[in-house]
């Protein structure tokens, strides 16, 4: 095995749905997602990608919340996370 693969081929990979600019995670898409649920094995949660993101702050809101202020070039975004 060790001639025919290497680290590139244990490097996990994420299937992505769409990417999207965090000026685009507005309220409204939040609410059209809120519409796709429940989530489960025959309806996964949709999976986004952002580039060029920097967490700005970070900071645990009570138990299981984490509030986040990114930064990516073309725009700002604040969401409250939970784990």
């Given at each position: 095995m060790r001639d025919v693969t290497g680290p590139q081929d244990f490097v996990p990979e994420v299937d992505v749905d769409s990417?999207?600019?965090l000026?685009?995670?507005t309220d409204a898409l939040l609410a059209e997602l809120?519409?796709?649920e429940p989530h489960g094995p025959a309806n996964p949660q949709p999976i986004f990608l952002a580039r060029d993101v920097t967490v700005v702050s970070h900071r645990v809101v009570g138990q299981s919340h984490l509030k986040l202020a990114l930064r990516q070039v073309r725009?700002?975004?604040?969401?409250?996370?939970?784990?």
């Open positions: 990417e999207l600019a000026t685009e995670v809120g519409r796709l725009g700002r975004c604040r969401r409250l996370a939970s784990a």
